[in-house]
C-alpha cells in the first residue's frame, strides 16, 4: 500500500486577493478585476473564486495570458455565490485558487483558427484570441464566431470593435433575437461558418458556449470536413474542488477539473450523445 | 517470523500494547443492534459470541452459542469513516483588516491502528489510497490518517450471504497491505487465534505481544476455514466484459426497471468503503469565522449534479447508471481498478434490497439474447 511521509498543504488552500475593478458587461455579467501579482494561466483555465461565507465557484479566467499581475474574471449572475461576486467592489477580497484545468490548443502551424463562442462561451475564448493574436503568424487564417441571444447580451463589446477594425482577424458577430438597434446578424452561429473563411481539413477550432450549442456547431464542423480530433469543446460541470475528489464534474470516465475542461469532439462525441450522463 | 498463535489474552495484550505504543486502537462493537466501527480497549469490546444474517435489505444479529470474536461480517459503516471523514473542516477564513486571513485547521497527529479489518476492506483503503493520493493532489486529511496507520487484518472464515468477495479478488483471505493478520480457530476446546506479519512493524508487535509457534496442523486448519468460506460464498459478481458491457449500453432498459425500486436514498454511497464524493459548504459561527467544510455527498442527490440550477442527472435511471457505471467501469479508466471490493453493503443497506451483482447478471442476460 501507499506510505505517507510528508506533511501536506491543503490542496483545496485559499490565498487572498484584492479587486481592482468591477465593471457590467450585460445585464446579468460582470467582469472583474483582481491584483494577482505571480499568477500565471493559460488560454482555457479556470481558477475557484471564493466569496466570504458564501462559497466557490469555477469561474474562466477572460483577460489575456500575456497581462501578468491581474486576473480577469466575467462572471454571470446564476446563483448565491455568484451573485456575491458580482456585488464586489474595487478594495474588497475575495479567496482564490488554481488556476486549474487543461488548456485551448495552439493548433498546427500553417492552420487555420476558427473560435466559436455562444454567450458566456465568450469568456474562455477572449483570452484564446488574445494568444492567437500574439502568435497571428503561427496560423493562415484565424476568424472568431460569436452568438449571443439579443445584442445587449454581447460581452467585451470594445474587443469586437477593435477586433473587426483589424485584418487580423475574422470577425461574425450574430444574435438570437435583434432589437431595433441591431443591424448585424440574425441567427445560429452554425450560419456563419459560410461567412467566414478557413479549410475545414486544416483548421483547428475551438468552441464553447451552452452544451446544446458544441453539439450542433461540432457535428456541423465535422460534416463540414474538420477533423473531430481538432474540435476543442470546454465543457461545464459543475466543479465543487477542482482536483479531482469531489465527483461532481465527472463526464463519463473523465474529471473535467483535471481531465478538462477542453476536450476533444472525438473523444466526447458518443458521450454528447447521450441524455443526463 | 513463523506464524504464532495466542489464545484470547493474548489478543488482549495486543490491543494494550497498540494503545501504550500510542495508536488510536479502533475495531468491531455492536451499537444500536449492529456492528459499527469505534475505539476498542479489550476484546471484551468486540462482538462476542455475535454472528450476523444478512439479504438484500436485511441485517440481523444472531447469537451464535459460542464465543468467537470474528463470527460476524460487514456493518453498515466502513473504516472509510475515519481516513475520509463524513465531516472535515477544509479551512478556517475571518476578515481582518480588508484582507481574508484563511487558516488550515491541524489535522490528525495520533496514529490509528484497525483491528479487525477484512480483506475486502484493505481492498477499499487502497483503492481510496490512489483517490486521494496518488492522482496528482494529496488530500491533507486523508494522509494524515494514513500516516502510520498499523493495519491488523482478520481472515474471514464465515461469510455473509451479501458477500462476493471472491469474485472480486479482495478476499476472503488477506493477501497483503496488512501489517499483521489473524485467523480464528475455533475449536470444540479453547479457540486460538493465529496471527502472523507481513511487516517489520508487525513482527515486533507480536513479538512484544508473545505467543507460541503454530503447529502445522493449526496452519492447515486456518487454510481450509478461509478456503471454505471462500467456496460457500453465495454471491458472486462476474467482471468478463463488464467494462464494456456498461460503457456500450446507457440506454439498456434495465436502467428504468431498476429505477422504478431505487429511492435515490444515497444508503449504498453512505456505507460504500470506496465511494468518495463529497460537497463543501460554508458554515459561519458567530464570531464572524467562516469554517470551510466537506461533507459526504451523492451521486444519488439531485443537487449532484446540478448546473446553474438545473440538475444534469435529473431521472432516477440516470443517477443509478452513473453509480453503477462510474463504480463497476469508469473508475478502472481513473484508477485503474474497480472502485467495488465485493463487501455486499451496498445489497444489505438499500432500503429496497436492490443487488448489483443481480443487475450485472439481468444486464448480461438481456444484452447476449
Request: with cysteine.
Amino acid at each position: 500500500m501507499t506510505t505517507v511521509s510528508a506533511p501536506v498543504v491543503e490542496p483545496m488552500g485559499l490565498h487572498s486577493l484584492k479587486v481592482v475593478s468591477n465593471a457590467s458587461e450585460s445585464p446579468d455579467t460582470s467582469t472583474i478585476v483582481l491584483d494577482s501579482p505571480g499568477i500565471t494561466f493559460h488560454a482555457g483555465q479556470f481558477m475557484m473564486l471564493y466569496a466570504f461565507g458564501v462559497g466557490e465557484a469555477p469561474i474562466s479566467v477572460s483577460g489575456n495570458p500575456h497581462s501578468p499581475g491581474t486576473l480577469v474574471h466575467t462572471i454571470r449572475r446564476v446563483g448565491p455565490v455568484t451573485d456575491a461576486l458580482c456585488g464586489l467592489r474595487p478594495g474588497d477580497s475575495l479567496g482564490v485558487r488554481g488556476p486549474y484545468g487543461d488548456s485551448w490548443p495552439a493548433g498546427e502551424q500553417g492552420d487555420d483558427l476558427l473560435i466559436v463562442a455562444g454567450g458566456l462561451g465568450m469568456a474562455p475564448l477572449r483570452p484564446a484570441v488574445f494568444e492567437a493574436m500574439a502568435n497571428r503568424s503561427r496560423y493562415r487564417n484565424v476568424s472568431l464566431i460569436y452568438g449571443a441571444r439579443t445584442p445587449a447580451d454581447l460581452l467585451f463589446k470594445d474587443d469586437l470593435v477593435g477586433w473587426m477594425s483589424t485584418s487580423s482577424i475574422d470577425v461574425a458577430v450574430t444574435v438570437d433575437r435583434a432589437t431595433s438597434d441591431w443591424w448585424g446578424h440574425v441567427g445560429l452561429v452554425t450560419n456563419e461558418f459560410s461567412r467566414v473563411d478557413f479549410r475545414p481539413e486544416s483548421t483547428t477550432a475551438l468552441v464553447c458556449g451552452p452544451e446544446v450549442m458544441m453539439r450542433v456547431v461540432a457535428r456541423s464542423l465535422r460534416d463540414l470536413g474538420v477533423p473531430a480530433s481538432s474540435t476543442w469543446l470546454s465543457l461545464e460541470r459543475n466543479m465543487k474542488c477542482a482536483i479531482g475528489f469531489c465527483g461532481h464534474c465527472q463526464f463519463g470516465s473523465d474529471f473535467l477539473c483535471k481531465d478538462g475542461p477542453v476536450l476533444s469532439y472525438d473523444r466526447l462525441a458518443w458521450r454528447l450523445g447521450v441524455d443526463e450522463l | 517470523m513463523d506464524p504464532q498463535t495466542v489464545d484470547r489474552h493474548g489478543l488482549d495484550r495486543l490491543i494494550t500494547h497498540l494503545a501504550e505504543s500510542g495508536f488510536e486502537v479502533i475495531g468491531p462493537t455492536v451499537r444500536d443492534g449492529a456492528v459499527i466501527y469505534d475505539h476498542i480497549s479489550s476484546t471484551s469490546d468486540l462482538p462476542v459470541g455475535q454472528g450476523d444474517a444478512q439479504e438484500g435489505g436485511q441485517y440481523r444479529l444472531v447469537n451464535r452459542g459460542d464465543s468467537a470474536l470474528f463470527g460476524y461480517n460487514l456493518g453498515p459503516t466502513s473504516w472509510k469513516q475515519y481516513l475520509f471523514p463524513p465531516k472535515t473542516e477544509l479551512l478556517h477564513i475571518r476578515r481582518s483588516n480588508g484582507d481574508l486571513v484563511i487558516e488550515e485547521p491541524p489535522t490528525r497527529t495520533r496514529p490509528m491502528a484497525f483491528f479487525g479489518i477484512r480483506g475486502c476492506e484493505l481492498a477499499a483503503i487502497s483503492i481510496q489510497d490512489k483517490v486521494f493520493l496518488d492522482s496528482g493532489y494529496v488530500d491533507r486529511t486523508y494522509a494524515s490518517g494514513r500516516k502510520d496507520l498499523l493495519l491488523v487484518a482478520v481472515n474471514c472464515t464465515t461469510s455473509a450471504a451479501t458477500c462476493f468477495c471472491t469474485s472480486m479478488g479482495t478476499g476472503p483471505k488477506c493477501e497483503s497491505g496488512y501489517d499483521i493478520v489473524i485467523t480464528e480457530l475455533v475449536d470444540d476446546g479453547e479457540t486460538r487465534y493465529l496471527v502472523a506479519a507481513d511487516t517489520e512493524r508487525g513482527e515486533s508487535i507480536i513479538t512484544a505481544v508473545g505467543g507460541s509457534p503454530a503447529k502445522d496442523e493449526q496452519l492447515a486448519n486456518a487454510e481450509s476455514a478461509v478456503q471454505s468460506t471462500a467456496a460457500d460464498m453465495i454471491r458472486s459478481m462476474d467482471t468478463d466484459g463488464i467494462y464494456d458491457l456498461l460503457i456500450e449500453n446507457p440506454d439498456h432498459p434495465r436502467w428504468e426497471q431498476v429505477a422504478e425500486r431505487c429511492l435515490t436514498c444515497g444508503n449504498c454511497t453512505q456505507a460504500c468503503p470506496t465511494c468518495f464524493c463529497s460537497d463543501v459548504a460554508d458554515r459561519v459561527t458567530l464570531d464572524g469565522t467562516a469554517i470551510r467544510e466537506r461533507r459526504w455527498d451523492s451521486c444519488f442527490g439531485l443537487d449532484f449534479s446540478a448546473l446553474n440550477r438545473e440538475p444534469v442527472r435529473e431521472s432516477t435511471s440516470s443517477r443509478y447508471r452513473q453509480w453503477m457505471t462510474h463504480k463497476l467501469a469508469t473508475w478502472h479508466d481513473q484508477f485503474g481498478s474497480s472502485g467495488c471490493v465485493g463487501c455486499g453493503r451496498c445489497i444489505t443497506w438499500c432500503p429496497v434490497g436492490i443487488d448489483i451483482t443481480e443487475e450485472i447478471v439481468a444486464m448480461k442476460e438481456t444484452v447476449s439474447t
